[in-house]
């Protein structure tokens, strides 16, 4: 099992915890950053973890911020990855079993560790019952063309690096 996690500033030690939970379980894990409590720009990350899903680098993401909506969002915006912003189990094994997500999200500031860690293992357990492969395919197909290219942040990347979200 192969697992890639990105993180914004805000929640840094929560994935650094994370990331060291998954090893202690032999799980690899592929860090995308970010790695300190620098203010960054969080769809960055959300980019990075879906590209090395849908890419088959990993078997599954990982995202985190401070409540999930924003880092989810933009996993989501990547063509092939189904992203669940997840806060119980039940949604978690749900969302892998009929719908085959592929990345779960947290918002670190709301879920606990514990609960979090409990939510990540259920998700690497749970199997795709494989129903919906026409449902997932047509919300696969809702995002035409593929988007893996991390240089459509290189605009955003300049404004941060001029100080203009400073």
């Known amino acids: 099992m192969k697992i890639a996690i990105g993180c914004d500033h805000i929640v840094t030690d929560i994935k650094d915890k ?3 939970m998954l090893k202690l379980d032999g799980i690899e894990v592929i860090d995308c950053g970010t790695n300190d409590f620098n203010r960054t720009h969080y769809p960055i990350y959300g980019h990075k973890v879906a590209v090395n899903v849908v890419t088959k680098k990993v078997d599954l993401g990982i995202v985190i911020c401070g409540t999930g909506v924003g880092i989810t969002n933009s996993a989501q915006k990547v063509k092939g990855a189904r992203v669940v912003l997840a806060k119980d189990v ?3 094994v749900d969302a892998k079993e009929k719908y085959n997500a592929n990345i779960v999200g ?3 500031r709301i879920v606990g560790l514990g609960l979090m860690y409990e939510m990540i293992t259920k998700f690497i357990e749970a199997k795709y019952l494989a129903k919906n492969d026409k449902l997932i395919s047509q919300i696969d197909n809702m995002i035409k063309q593929e988007n893996y290219d991390s240089r459509i942040f290189d605009k955003e990347n300049k404004k941060w690096d001029e100080g203009f979200y400073n």
């Open 106 to 108: 947290f918002g670190g």
């Open 90 to 92: 039940l949604t978690v």
């Open 18 to 20: 994370i990331v060291e």
